[in-house]
């Protein structure tokens, strides 16, 4: 069973309640209910929000899932360790950046953070903009951390252009932008953030991660990854 802990999504220090914090099986039932307070840690747009935590999921049944479950045309020709993280992260960022398409304009706030939980400073960030009509998107470099550090190496800059990326990230994180024209704009952006954790950071399979996102208060519903898709798990 994955488990997903959601620590106040939504909660800023202008929010005056403390958040919930809750676990959710995948089925969507609740299975512990509480009230704690998580502080975080300040860093470029992320700060003052509450986290999403991803747990990692048992490796036999990960093994297990991938061996039934049909692959996608490509998936032949890529990293079987990359096919893995999508298993695991690609529905439910597809769902957040869904759910925050759909929130009603705000002037603020419309963005999704991903973190790579005990590894501090990696991050893949992307922000809608001009109405909903853009995409800005960071994988953090590493600039932002005091001291600063060089979080991808000069060797997997390569990748990082390949995912559209600048590949300049002494003074800022690295950067690319796209239009939103349809369902296909999101799903590419959730593939890529899946990608940069993988092919830029070198993420495996089994790590844990974080999701921010202050418009999304409850957590999306999200399918099963299955031949490239997100399969409704009802069905």
Partial sequence: MTTF???GVGA???????????????????????????????APIRQRYRPVLIHSVCAALLAAFLLLAPLAPSAA?????????????????????KAILAHAPT????????????????????????????????????AWERPRVQLVPPGRLPNLAALGFS???????????RRVTGPESLAETADTIVRAFRE?????????????????RERPPFGIYTDGKCEDATS
Avoid: M
Wanted: proline letters at 6%.
């Fill in 5 to 7: 802990d959601s620590n």
């Fill in 77 to 97: 020709a890529v990293d079987p360790g990359l096919e893995a993280l999508r298993a695991r992260l690609y529905c439910p960022i597809l769902a957040y950046l």
């Fill in 107 to 142: 002037p603020r706030d419309r963005y999704l953070v991903v973190e790579w939980k005990g590894r501090d400073g990696y991050y893949v960030q992307c922000l809608f903009y001009d109405r909903d009509r853009g995409l800005f998107c960071e994988v953090a470099s590493g």
């Fill in 200 to 216: 830029v950071y070198g993420a495996g399979a089994n790590e844990n991660f974080t999701v921010i996102a202050p418009l999304v």
């Fill in 12 to 42: 800023s220090s202008r929010a005056k309640r403390k958040p919930a914090r809750f676990t959710i099986d995948t089925e969507g039932n609740t299975v512990t209910h509480d009230r704690v307070f998580f502080p975080r840690t300040p």
């Fill in 167 to 177: 590949t300049k990230g002494e003074k800022r994180n690295f950067q690319r932008r």
